[in-house]
C-alpha cells in the first residue's frame, strides 16, 4: 500500500482540531482521535500482522443535536480521507424499495476518486494551461482578426518567430487579452444514457462499467466557436487537464485510499434495530438491513465500477440517539463489529452559551458576517448570549431536547426580522445591538407557543 502523510496528527492535536467546532463531549473525541491515530500506527508496522490489523469501529450514544455527525464529519475533514456519511434507515433489505448496503462502500469510492483526482489536477494545471495558451496562441496567429499592439513577423520559414508567441503569452496571461474573441475547437460530445436493459435493474457496478464503456465506444463530437478568450481558457483547460489525467492511476491510487483510510458514518442506526424488549414481535425488514450490514462491516470484497474493494480496513463509525431501542436490540453479530461504545452527554446551559461564542463557526459569527453582507455591524451583549442558552435550553427540557439544534429556532426567531429589514429600513453602517431585553422580547411569543409545530424541528 502506498503511504500517505495523511494521519500523522497527534491524538491530542486531533482533540485540539475537534475543539474548535465541537463543546464538550471529551471521551468520543478521544475516541475517535486514537482510533484516527492507530490507522497511521498501522501504515508503520513493516511484520506481516499488519494484515490483522483492523480499526476499532465505534458506537456513538446520544440525544439528537449533540455533536455525533459534527464530530464525524469535521474527522474526515481534519485528515482530508474519503467520508460517506449514510442513513441506516435509508436501507432496504437487498435494496428493495431502497439503497442496498454496498451502495454506501461505493459512494465512498467515488468520493476517493474525486479526491484524487482533484489532487492530480492540481498538480497537472501548470502544465494544462501551457497547452491551453499554446492552442490560444495559435489560433490568434492563424487569426486574420488579430488584436492591435502586436505585429505579425514571420521568419524565413513562413513561421512565426518565438518573440510574438512570448509576447502573446505576457498578454494572455496578464488578462489583457481576455475581451478578445479567438475560434477555438471544442467538444460538444453529450453523454450516453444507458437505461434499463432487458426490462430488469442491474447491479450498479456493472451499470458504471456499461455506462462508460458506451462512452468510450461513442464518436467524440466538437465544433469550432469564437468566445472571449478568457472563456477560452476555461473551456480548453478542463479539456486539457482530462488529456493530461491518468485514469488508471486515479482509480487505482483512489481503491487504495478508500480502503485503507475511508470513513464511513451510519447515522440513525438505532431506527434499524429491533425493538423486542417489550414483547414486540421482531421486525424482519430491519433486522434483514442488519444482517445485509454486517459482512460490510466485518470486511468483505465489493465490486464497484472502479474494481472490487476490501471493506476491511474501512472505518465505520455508527450514531444513534437510542431513545426507544438499545444497542442490544441490534443482532448480536452486528454489536460486535462496533466494539468501541461512547456515550455522549446532553448539552448543558454552560454548554449552550459557549456554542454561541466560541466554536469558529459559532452562530453568532455566522449572522455576524451575515449582516456584514449588508454593511450592518451585529453586536450581542454578554447577557443577551446568556439568555439566548437560557432559552434554549429550558426549550429543549419542556418540548423534545435537539440538542444544539435548538439554537437555530432562537437565533432565526430572534434576528429574522433584522434579515427582512435589511437594506430597505436598516442601512449601511448602522449598528444593531441585541440585549437581554431584546431578547426576552423577541422570544416571548415562541416561550408561549412552544407547543406549536411552527417551532418544532
Known amino acids: ?168 503569452r505576457k498578454k494572455i496571461r496578464a488578462g489583457e487579452m481576455d475581451d478578445h474573441k479567438v475560434k477555438i475547437t471544442v467538444d460538444t460530445s453529450p453523454p450516453v444514457e444507458v437505461g434499463m436493459i432487458g426490462g430488469g435493474i442491474i447491479d450498479e457496478a456493472a451499470f458504471g462499467n456499461i455506462q462508460e464503456m458506451f462512452n468510450n465506444m461513442m464518436p467524440k463530437k466538437s465544433t469550432k466557436k469564437r468566445v472571449a478568450i478568457s472563456e477560452a481558457k476555461k473551456l480548453l483547460l478542463t479539456d486539457e487537464l482530462t488529456k493530461l489525467l491518468d485514469m488508471d492511476a486515479i482509480k487505482e491510487e483512489a481503491l487504495d ?32 438491513v442488519q444482517r445485509d450490514l454486517l459482512p460490510i462491516v466485518e470486511g468483505s470484497n465489493v465490486n464497484t465500477k472502479y474494481g472490487a474493494i476490501s471493506t476491511d480496513h474501512i472505518l465505520f463509525i455508527a450514531a444513534g440517539a437510542f431513545h426507544v431501542s438499545k444497542p442490544s436490540d441490534l443482532i448480536p453479530e452486528l454489536q460486535g463489529r462496533f466494539p468501541i461504545r461512547v456515550e455522549l452527554d446532553n448539552l448543558t446551559k454552560e454548554d449552550f452559551h459557549r456554542i454561541l461564542k466560541e466554536p469558529q463557526n459559532a452562530l453568532t459569527k455566522q449572522y455576524n458576517a451575515l449582516f456584514e453582507a449588508e454593511q450592518v455591524r451585529l453586536v450581542f451583549e454578554e447577557d443577551a448570549i446568556e439568555e439566548l442558552a437560557n432559552t434554549a435550553f429550558s426549550l429543549n427540557e419542556q418540548i423534545e431536547n435537539i440538542g444544539a439544534r435548538r439554537l437555530h429556532t432562537v437565533m432565526s426567531h430572534l434576528l429574522n426580522e433584522f434579515l427582512f429589514d435589511m437594506p430597505d429600513k436598516i442601512k449601511a453602517n448602522e449598528t444593531v445591538t441585541i440585549t437581554k431585553r431584546l431578547v426576552q422580547e423577541r422570544l416571548e411569543e415562541l416561550v408561549k407557543n412552544k407547543e406549536l409545530n411552527e417551532y418544532i424541528l
Open 1 to 168: 500500500m502506498k503511504q500517505y502523510d495523511l494521519n500523522t496528527l497527534t491524538p491530542q492535536e486531533i482533540v485540539n482540531e475537534l475543539d474548535k467546532y465541537i463543546i464538550g463531549q471529551k471521551s468520543a473525541k478521544r475516541n475517535v482521535a486514537i482510533a484516527l491515530r492507530n490507522r497511521w500506527r498501522r501504515m508503520q508496522v513493516k511484520t506481516m500482522i499488519k494484515a490483522d490489523i483492523t480499526p476499532n469501529n465505534i458506537l456513538m450514544i446520544g440525544a439528537t443535536g449533540v455533536g455525533k455527525s459534527e464530530i464525524a464529519r469535521r474527522l474526515a475533514k481534519i485528515v482530508k480521507a474519503p467520508f460517506v456519511k449514510v442513513e441506516a434507515s435509508k436501507f432496504t433489505e437487498v435494496g428493495y424499495v431502497g439503497r442496498d448496503v454496498e451502495s454506501m462502500v461505493r459512494d465512498l469510492v467515488e468520493q476517493a476518486v474525486t479526491m484524487v483526482k482533484t489532487i492530480q489536477e492540481e498538480e497537472l494545471k501548470d502544465k494544462a494551461m501551457k497547452r491551453v495558451e499554446n492552442i490560444i496562441i495559435d489560433a490568434l496567429i492563424s487569426d486574420k482578426n488579430q488584436p492591435t499592439g502586436l505585429v505579425q513577423v514571420t521568419d524565413v520559414s513562413g513561421a512565426p518567430p518565438e518573440s510574438l508567441r512570448e509576447a502573446y
Open 257 to 288: 485510499r478508500a480502503a485503507y483510510l475511508g470513513m464511513i458514518f451510519i447515522d440513525e442506526i438505532d431506527k434499524i434495530a429491533c425493538n423486542t424488549h417489550k414483547g414486540s414481535s421482531p421486525d424482519v425488514s430491519r433486522e434483514g
